[in-house]
């Protein structure tokens, strides 16, 4: 079954899968969404629970990234189900969910790049690491973070709130940021943006975790954790990247296979929006001795207390 959306200038087929192969789909969505959202937020429970963590900058960013993960986990889950069960939502309910999405979807790259220049200073300049990292200037960057994101989405809702009609807002929509944002201009923004923050923080991965690299092999202390530590780093950072290159990849590979669109849809989205929040939890929190052993101890406390409830002693 299609249907098709008439858009201002064009019109977009959409299909619609059979019904065991949106079962499976769903499931495996929801499935790796409960499972990664459970590792995380425990991730974010431990942190909230040790004051050793809330002053390092280090953890800060990590569990901003976790946070990001735990919302765009959320959303991404909640757009494909919706989009399964009613197919098509209100187009303003749509722009709320996509907004945020988007915002998440853009703070996860650039708040890796700043962790690689977190990493960068700690090695190669520790005498200076307190002063240049403090909490405070910590949480600035994460506010930076959030107004880069703002404003790279805020004119397309401005765009769409001044081109499109009351009306459009009120219509129910598959949904999707191009059924959306409808103008093209908008597509044009969107790629050139995209690019130029592509570029950015690829000149700071390889700028930071090269001196990185150098550093670690003359100071022959901790070499090899270092080089897997940067590789992971740089295949998670190459993971969320690939959200700039998702529609060219799509219309790609649709043009290639264009019997196979919502399988390659499908297969796109998992492996660009899920496959990087499987394995942050893994890099940032169960790799980090100290963060494994206060989480070791939280799973620990809470299992003996499951297990071993205390008991109440009566008094004859």
């Given at each position: ?20 192969s949106a079962i499976v789909k769903n499931v495996i969505t929801v499935v790796l ?197 940067v590789l992971l780093h740089g295949f998670q950072l190459l993971l969320c990247m ?61 299992t003996t207390a499951n297990a071993h409830p205390r008991k109440t002693l009566k008094?004859?």
């Amino acid at each position: 079954m299609n249907l098709s959306n008439a858009g201002r200038n064009f019109t977009t087929a959409v299909y619609r899968d059979t019904l065991n192969s949106a079962i499976v789909k769903n499931v495996i969505t929801v499935v790796l969404c409960i499972s990664i959202n459970f590792v995380n937020g425990t991730l974010v429970h431990t942190f909230t629970k040790h004051q050793v963590f809330n002053m390092n900058p280090r953890y800060i960013l990590y569990i901003h990234l976790v946070i990001n993960d735990i919302i765009l986990l959320t959303l991404f889950t909640l757009i494909q189900v919706l989009s399964y069960i009613v197919f098509t939502v209100n187009v303003s309910l749509c722009v709320v969910l996509l907004m945020i999405a988007i915002f998440a979807n853009l703070n996860n790259p650039l708040t890796l790049a700043v962790m690689a220049v977190e990493c960068y200073i700690a090695v190669c300049f520790p005498l200076r690491h307190s002063q240049i990292c403090s909490v405070r200037k910590t949480y600035v960057v994460i506010g930076l973070i959030w107004l880069i994101s703002t404003l790279s989405i805020l004119p397309d809702l401005f765009v769409a709130l001044a081109t499109e009609s009351l009306e459009f807002f009120r219509s129910r929509v598959f949904c999707l940021r191009e059924n959306v944002f409808r103008n093209p201009d908008l597509m044009e923004k969107r790629d050139v943006s995209n690019t130029v923050c592509l570029v950015l923080v690829w000149l700071s991965l390889f700028y930071t975790y090269f001196r990185i690299l150098f550093t670690a092999q003359a100071a022959a202390a901790d070499a090899k954790k270092a080089r897997n530590t940067v590789l992971l780093h740089g295949f998670q950072l190459l993971l969320c990247m690939l959200t700039y290159v998702f529609h060219l990849m799509l219309d790609g590979l649709t043009y290639l296979f264009p019997k196979g669109v919502l399988d390659i849809r499908f297969t796109i989205s998992m492996f660009v929006q899920v496959l990087p929040r499987l394995i942050s939890p893994v890099v940032y929190g169960l790799r980090d001795k100290t963060f494994r052993k206060h989480l070791r101890r939280s799973l620990l406390c809470t299992t003996t207390a499951n297990a071993h409830p205390r008991k109440t002693l009566k008094r004859p």
